[in-house]
């Protein structure tokens, strides 16, 4: 039903210039194995060559593509997209039988691309390094999106790219910054690369080396959480967690915020409510994690600070790095529960509901109670000082309560599948939100690896709807979206 409707030229042209850039990353980790003389370099030699003969095969026999893309089309392309790839970058992992099972190797995949970074490895330090490497880009590549990657490389490409975009990015404040998308989407670029170039020299100059510095660059800006380290963060020393959290930070701002700020529109940086209610959930949030240490830990002021502001960037972020804390306490865990929900910011690579999103719904919620009183008043929803539009709060509430249903289905069907009630509750808020590792009271002794079959397919589903608009994911899957296309 879904190949019959999709004008096949334009995907098939579009999935092959992907996996021709993804055999040119993977020289990457190809360099990596070489240099640390890896067993793996062969298994890395091959996945460079499969993808280099597919993506130049889908490229050249589909060339002569349609340059129109609909709305409708748009959606079943990025949603594919979103499939096949990681289901054919997940051959690497294949070829470590010993580490992967081929449900592990899709897992794991699919944790990756869609930045959520939940992991099967039990035991980081016998995995190459070449394979972390590896790992940490396809997070770095989620993060930025495959739409950005396509609109980036389609030079002679005429039609409308709005369709692809819109199919991946929620924005209300994006406008136009520039007269053709295909400018704001290399400034994109241009940011995203220039946020990992510095998060690596920082990380670099302190004490990692080379190769897990750029691993952690890679999966800290596209806010993945994959670590070198089975004791994720809490590994490293106090600056390197500073420096995380830092890009961290920033990386859960909007694309088009740093866009501004770049050009040296600050004006319109400080006066973006997303941003402004971004920072205060965050300080809120670290203030009452100080408050309750205190009365609790034994932990110097500085330590409660740190690990406060920390582990409040990054659930907020999406990036789900954990300092290995032994006993948070149960109303820390409440809190990071309700920050894996909430997200960061829209058009960012972190993901949740998004911040603009419980902006509306809260003001939508006070404008209702406002009307109960006085029925006749027109009482508008404003966002940066404009009138959010009927259609965006339908959206909005149509999304939120698809959230909540697949957040219940997730738990039910986790449950189903054997796991515990609190674990299945922690883990189907971590992966839908793209958050992955589960911290502290919330699901002690859980393990990835410990998951079966089905709990792993339906965390695999859940991870797509996440870092997805929620929309895109379910169309391909609804009759009435083929009906007319």
């Known amino acids: ?96 039988a010993e580490t992967f099972s081929v449900t592990d190797a899709l897992f794991e995949s699919f944790s990756g691309f869609t930045t959520t970074g939940s992991t099967v490895i039990e035991d980081l330090s016998k995995v190459p390094v070449s394979l972390l490497v590896y790992r940490s880009m396809t997070q770095w590549v989620g993060g930025l999106g495959f739409t950005l990657l396509i609109i980036a490389s389609l030079s002679k490409y005429s039609g409308n790219l709005n369709n692809l975009f819109n199919a991946e990015f929620f924005s209300l404040t994006s406008g136009k910054m520039y007269p053709h998308l295909k400018d704001t989407v290399k400034m994109i670029f241009f940011v995203y690369s220039f946020l990992t170039i510095g998060c690596f020299v920082f990380l670099f100059i302190g004490e990692m080396d080379f190769w897990t510095a750029l691993s952690h660059s890679f999966s800290t800006i596209s806010t993945g959480g994959f670590s070198t380290s089975d004791g994720n963060i809490g590994s490293f020393s106090s600056y390197s967690q500073w420096v995380i959290m830092c890009f961290m930070f920033l990386s859960g701002i909007s694309f088009f915020i740093i866009i501004y700020f770049f050009r040296g529109k600050f004006k ?57 804390l032994k006993a948070p306490g149960s109303f820390v865990c409440a809190c990071l529960l309700l920050l894996m929900i909430i997200g960061g910011c829209s058009a960012s690579s972190s993901t949740g509901l998004k911040i603009i999103r419980v902006i509306i719904l809260v003001r939508y919620a006070r404008t209702a109670l406002t009307k109960l009183f006085h029925p006749h008043a027109v009482v508008p929803v404003r966002y940066n000082g404009k009138s ?40 189907s808020a971590a992966n839908l939100g793209n958050i992955g590792p589960v911290v502290g009271e919330m ?43």
């Open 268 to 324: 319109s940086v400080f006066k973006d409510e997303q941003l402004k209610y971004y920072t205060l959930l965050i300080l809120f949030v670290s203030l009452c994690f100080v408050v309750y240490w205190t009365l609790r830990s034994d932990m110097s002021l500085s330590e409660r600070i740190k690990d406060s502001l920390f582990y409040s960037v990054s659930m907020v972020s999406s990036t789900g790095y954990d300092l290995q």
């Open 388 to 427: 959010v539009r009927e259609d965006d709060i339908r959206r909005i509430f149509g999304f939120f309560f698809l959230y909540a249903v697949i957040f219940v289905s997730g738990i039910f069907i986790l449950s189903l599948a054997g796991n515990d009630f609190s674990s299945s509750i922690a883990v």
């Open 443 to 485: 699901a002690q002794g859980f393990s990835y690896s410990s998951l079966n079959t089905l709990s792993q397919f339906t965390l695999i589903v859940m991870m797509l709807l996440g870092r997805l608009e929620i929309y895109s994911f379910l169309a391909l899957f609804s009759k009435s979206f083929y009906k007319k296309i």
């Open 1 to 96: 039903m879904i190949l019959s409707r999709v004008n096949k030229k334009i995907a098939g042209y579009l999935l092959g210039k992907l996996m021709l850039l993804w055999s040119v990353m993977c020289l990457i980790p190809t360099f990596a194995a070489y240099w640390n003389h890896e067993a793996a370099l062969r298994v890395f030699i091959m996945t460079v060559c499969f993808f280099a003969v597919i993506g130049f095969s889908l490229t050249f026999l589909c060339r002569n593509y349609e340059i129109t893309v609909g709305k409708r089309q748009g959606q079943i392309i990025v949603g594919l997209i979103w499939i096949l790839i990681p289901l054919c970058a997940s051959l690497p992992y294949m070829f470590f």
